[in-house]
């Protein structure tokens, strides 16, 4: 196993992003074990690389 990313900063609107999607999370583990809810990861997981991203292309500055 490697090092584990660190978590990047994530912006205002990231963030916004991230607990809107973690609102939906909730709501459909209210409606049972057997709601799917990789989407909703994968949309969050996608905001976080965003985040490392741009702050990978802010360091190269």
Known sequence: MGK??????LSTTEKAKVAYYVA???KRG???ETVHQ???ERKVER????ARQREERAAKK
């Open 4 to 9: 584990p990313e660190s978590e990047p900063q």
């Open 24 to 26: 939906r999370m909730c």
């Open 30 to 32: 209210l409606a049972g």
């Open 38 to 40: 990789t989407d909703l």
């Open 47 to 50: 905001v976080i690389d965003g």
